[in-house]
T-cell receptor, first 113, second 118 residues
Framework: GENVEQHPSTLSVQEGDSAVIKCTYS??????FPWYKQELGKRPQLIIDIRSNVGEKKDQRIAVTLNKTAKHFSLHITETQPEDSAVYFCAARGYTGRRALTFGSGTRLQVQP | GAVVSQHPSWVICKSGTSVKIECRSLDFQATTMFWYRQFPKQSLMLMATSNEGSKATYEQGVEKDKFLINHASLTLSTLTVTSAHPEDSSFYIC??????????????FGPGTRLTVL
C-alpha cells in the first residue's frame, strides 16, 4: 500500500518568513495530493491540493509543488502569520482501489510573532 | 463545500460498554465513507472503508468484530466500538467523498468524535 513520509515534524519560523514542508510517497499510481491544516481538537481542513498532471499550484500565500519522477511534493507558505500555527498533514490517494487518503505524520508549525 | 456531520462530538463511557458514532453526508450522497482514528499528537490512521450496501473493508490490524461498521444508506455510516477499553480512547473522524462529476472528488471530513473510555 501507499506510504507517505513527512518532514520536518516540527517547524518554528518568525512571522513573515516562509515555511516549507516536504512529503514523499511510495505508490507511483497515486495521483491526488492534498494538504490539510488541523487545529487542536478539530477536523482537518483542506488548504490546497494538486493532481499528478500538474507540477505546481498556488493560492495566495500557499503553494504546492509536485515532482512525480522523484515522488515528492512540498507545501510552501510565504509571509507566515501567527494564525498559520497549526499541524499540517500531507496526504496521497491513488486512482484505483479503496481511494482512501494515506496521511503523512504531520508537521507542527509554530509562527513566532 | 459539502458538509459531513458526526455525532456525538464527544462521549465518555465505562470500560466494557459499546459506543455508536454516526457520520452523515448532509448535502451529497456517498457510496463510500472512511473511518479514521487519531491518537494524541499523531496522524490520522485509516481504520476501515465503509461501503453502502455491502461489508466494510478493514485495514490490517483493525478488528472487525470490535469496530462494527454499518453503511445502510447513501448518507449515513455508523461505527460502533464494542466492549470499549481505555486503549480505544481516541479521536474518531469520518470522511466522505463527493462522487459527483463536478465535485473534483474532494474528501470532506466530519468534525470528529472524542471517545474517552474510563
Amino acid at each position: 500500500g501507499e506510504n507517505v513520509e513527512q518532514h520536518p515534524s516540527t517547524l518554528s519560523v518568525q512571522e513573515g518568513d516562509s515555511a516549507v514542508i516536504k512529503c514523499t510517497y511510495s505508490d507511483s499510481a497515486s495521483n491526488y495530493f492534498p494538504w490539510y491544516k488541523q487545529e487542536l481538537g478539530k477536523r482537518p481542513q483542506l488548504i490546497i491540493d494538486i493532481r499528478s498532471n500538474v507540477g505546481e499550484k498556488k493560492d495566495q500565500r500557499i503553494a504546492v509543488t509536485l515532482n512525480k519522477t522523484a515522488k515528492h511534493f512540498s507545501l510552501h507558505i510565504t509571509e507566515t502569520q501567527p494564525e498559520d500555527s497549526a499541524v499540517y498533514f500531507c496526504a496521497a490517494r491513488g486512482y484505483t482501489g479503496r481511494r482512501a487518503l494515506t496521511f503523512g505524520s504531520g508537521t507542527r508549525l509554530q509562527v513566532q510573532p | 463545500g459539502a458538509v459531513v456531520s458526526q455525532h456525538p462530538s464527544w462521549v465518555i463511557c465505562k470500560s466494557g460498554t459499546s459506543v455508536k458514532i454516526e457520520c452523515r453526508s448532509l448535502d451529497f450522497q456517498a457510496t463510500t465513507m472512511f473511518w479514521y482514528r487519531q491518537f494524541p499528537k499523531q496522524s490520522l490512521m485509516l481504520m476501515a472503508t465503509s461501503n453502502e450496501g455491502s461489508k466494510a473493508t478493514y485495514e490490517q490490524g483493525v478488528e472487525k468484530d470490535k469496530f462494527l461498521i454499518n453503511h445502510a444508506s447513501l448518507t449515513l455510516s455508523t461505527l460502533t466500538v464494542t466492549s470499549a477499553h481505555p486503549e480505544d480512547s481516541s479521536f474518531y473522524i469520518c470522511s466522505a467523498r463527493d462522487e459527483a462529476p463536478s465535485s473534483y472528488n474532494e474528501q470532506f471530513f466530519g468534525p470528529g468524535t472524542r471517545l474517552t473510555v474510563l
